[in-house]
Each structure stands twice: as structure tokens, then as C-alpha cells.
């Protein structure tokens, strides 16, 4: 299926599988690390790349390829490189656009192990990077140099939902001669397709919502070929974080119900924030749903929805975000997010436990503040299971 005139949400069912001899109804796994040749002559023409087809899973597996097709599809990309995790994406995309002498521009506020990523391994390859406000467009104007080849962003950004505006900041890039790179994990295409927006690179952790149930760990990197059907899809099938294809099936079946998923997410993650907004031991909601956002009518006109990722803070600091945390009965304490399953964290002493009292006091990362991913079980007892901590 390649009918790219289909909606959204056909192409989420439909495309990317080719189906076998066996004709069946639901996508196969190929478990198999290998693939025969009728010959030799074919076996050497598929080494030499003079004819398409399999040889070994670390480069292409149909079951891997199933995924790589739909979610391209989804986020309206020509080509699409699964990976064994988002990190694994994350790092395949560097190793294939940047060489020594090269320089990243990023947001301050991007997942921990990316900045990791770019602030500790990168410059042993003497790749340098600049980390700037995500919402401050003059910072990002000014933080590139003639030697910048990216822009790495997230948004909304975790665990402040802050939006960054992606057409101006794709204009920017290219302005400049640069990549504008996205990693969509929040929102997934399901309720923004940033190439649509001028972005010219989407990374994923599959890991998140794209399978949806907590199952598996993944990653894609998405995008124009040849950059990613020769450049990234070698790096990745030479330095081997390929996905394997039981986990490409996952997220691939995750995929077909993403849309509605999302949407589930988004509407109970509005209907949290509105209440703890009324809740007077609340003294702040950070959700791009809510009106009093400061990015609201940005997260209106590029997203179809708000995603299901709310934060808020406690009056009376760490002690009462722990209370908070440890009066619930059914959410999970897990720095997880992009489940069906309801999750509760405190980012100050967990996913930003390293990160300097310096940075986390100019990031807003404060001691009362508390990240809920909702998931998809009834509002109701959401509600009552974070308010348990709240009202005592
Ligand atoms: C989890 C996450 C990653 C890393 O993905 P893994 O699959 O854990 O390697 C990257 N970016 C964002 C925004 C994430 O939430």
C-alpha cells in the first residue's frame, strides 16, 4: 500500500504491509536473522547492491520495514530508519550528518540522555553543541555559527510543556543553511507533523507512544532520501542498533490505534489540568490546553491536540510533591510516559535529579513540581487517585 491520498488514520492501518504468499489478514513477524538466495549469482548481486532484497536483519527485515513504511506515512516523510531505541535514533542521525569541527544547536530543555548525548560524547569527537531556551528565538538566532549543521529540539518540551514555534525555527535553519530536527515523541504525528511545518528530521522513541503499552523500546528516525535511505540506514546497519523485528511488530500494531489514542490522551490530560488548576494546595498547571498557557494559541495553530503529558506544583515543596506522589494508590511511580498506564513523577530528584540547582532553578524544574503522563483509564479515578495526596 503506497497510497499516500489515503487519511490519516487508513494510512495508520494500511500502509507499509506486503503481504506474503500465506495471505494474511494481519501483519507477519519475520523472526529471522538471515535471508536465503536462490543462487550464488544472487547472493552476490544482493552483497553488491545490484539487486534489492533481504540478507540479514541488522540492514532490512520486512517485518522492521512494515513499521519504517507506516510511520513515515504517518509523519508524512519519504523514508523512515527504525532503530533499537530513540537514543539509538538520536545517535545514528549525529554519526551521519556531523563530522569533527561540526557544531549542534539545541534546546536546553530536551530529554536528559540527549543532552547527555551532546554534552559529554559528542565533544570527544569534537563535536561541540550550544544549549539554548527553546521559546527564545533570538537565543537560537545567535547561537548559530557558520560550522552549525543542526537544530535539535522537543516540543512541547517535558516536563514544562513549553512550545517552540517550528516554522519559524525552520526558517531560521535554513536561513542559515542548517537541519531543523525534531524529536516528536509528546506529540507524535497523530497531533503534529512537523515536516509539514519545514522541519527536515523527525526522531522518535518508539518507546513512548508510538507503542503505547509500555512493551517495548525503540526508536525511528525520519526523513528526505537520500539522508535517510543511504546515509542514516548506513550508519545504523554498520554500527548495529537496527530494531529487532519482534519489537518493529509492537510498535507497528501500536500505530493503527495511535490516532485514537492520542486523542484519549489529550482530552483526559485537559480535564486533569483543569482541576488541579481549581485545587487551592495547586499553585500552578503547566498543560498547552489550558488558556492561561503562555504558548496556547502556538500549540493551537501546529498541533491537533494537546497531548496527555500535565505538570503542576505543590505549595510546600518537595515534601508535599513526595506526599503527593506516595498517597496514590493506582497511578505508577515511573519515569515512563506514553502508556495506557497513568504515571506520576518527581522530575527534580529523578529525570533531572543531575541536572545543576543552578539550571533546574532557570528551567523551572522546581521542588514542587510534579509530571503526570495520563494515561487512558477512566478520568475519574485518575482525578481521585492524585487528588488523594492533594486534599489531605
Ligand atoms: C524517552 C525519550 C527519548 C529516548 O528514547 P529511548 O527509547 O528511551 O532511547 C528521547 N526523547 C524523548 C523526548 C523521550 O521521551
Not at 555559527?145 to 552549525?148: H, I, M
Not at 485545587?279 to 499553585?283: D, I, T
Given at each position: 500500500m503506497t497510497d499516500n491520498n489515503f487519511g490519516f488514520d487508513t494510512l495508520a492501518i494500511r500502509s507499509g504491509h506486503r503481504r506474503t504468499a500465506e495471505l494474511e489478514h494481519s501483519e507477519a513477524i519475520f523472526t529471522t536473522s538471515s535471508f536465503v538466495f536462490e543462487n550464488a549469482a544472487q547472493a552476490a548481486a544482493r552483497f553488491a547492491g545490484d539487486e534489492p532484497g533481504n540478507i540479514y536483519s541488522r540492514f532490512t527485515n520486512p517485518t522492521t520495514q512494515a513499521f519504517e513504511a507506516r510511520l513515515a506515512a504517518m509523519e508524512g516523510g519519504q523514508s523512515c530508519v527504525a532503530t533499537a531505541s530513540g537514543m539509538a535514533a538520536i545517535m545514528s542521525l549525529c554519526l551521519a550528518v556531523l563530522q569533527a569541527g561540526d557544531h549542534i544547536v539545541s534546546s536546553r530543555s530536551v530529554f536528559g540522555t540527549t543532552t547527555t548525548l551532546f554534552g559529554k560524547y559528542l565533544p570527544r569527537l569534537g563535536i561541540e553543541t550550544s544549549f539554548v531556551n527553546l521559546v527564545d528565538l533570538e537565543e537560537w538566532k545567535r547561537a548559530i555559527?557558520?560550522?552549525?549543521r543542526f537544530l535539535f529540539l522537543e516540543t512541547p518540551s517535558n516536563p514544562l510543556m513549553e512550545i517552540a514555534d517550528i516554522s519559524a525555527l525552520a526558517d531560521l535553519a535554513h536561513e542559515n543553511n542548517c537541519l531543523l530536527v525534531i524529536d516528536n515523541c509528546f506529540c507524535t504525528p497523530a497531533l503534529q507533523r512537523p515536516l509539514e511545518l519545514g522541519a527536515d528530521l523527525i526522531v522518535h522513541s518508539a518507546t513512548k507512544y508510538l507503542d503505547g503499552q509500555g512493551r517495548i523500546v525503540g526508536g525511528a528516525v525520519i526523513g528526505p532520501d537520500p539522508l535517510i535511505s543511504e546515509d542514516i540506514f548506513a550508519v545504523i546497519r554498520t554500527t548495529g542498533p537496527s530494531m529487532s523485528p519482534f519489537n518493529a511488530w509492537v510498535a507497528l500494531k501500536g500505530l493503527e490505534t495511535l490516532a485514537l489514542r492520542m486523542d484519549a490522551h489529550s482530552q483526559r490530560a485537559l480535564q486533569l489540568a483543569r482541576m488541579l488548576q481549581q485545587?487551592?494546595?495547586?499553585?500552578r498547571v503547566y498543560h498547552p490546553g489550558l488558556e492561561s498557557h503562555p504558548q496556547h494559541e502556538l500549540a493551537k495553530s501546529q498541533q491537533a491536540g494537546f497531548g496527555g503529558v500535565v505538570s503542576f506544583v505543590v505549595n510546600g515543596g518537595r515534601e508535599n510533591a513526595w506526599r503527593v506522589i506516595d498517597a496514590t494508590e493506582m497511578v505508577s511511580i515511573t519515569a515512563n510516559l506514553g502508556d495506557v498506564k497513568t504515571t506520576i513523577t518527581h522530575p527534580a530528584t529523578t529525570t533531572h535529579g543531575r541536572v545543576s540547582d543552578e539550571v533546574k532553578a532557570s528551567t523551572g524544574i522546581g521542588e514542587g513540581l510534579i509530571r503526570v503522563a495520563v494515561g487512558l483509564e477512566n478520568i475519574d479515578d485518575i482525578v481521585n487517585d492524585i487528588f488523594r495526596g492533594l486534599d489531605a
Open positions: 555559527r557558520g560550522n552549525t485545587h487551592p494546595a495547586v499553585e
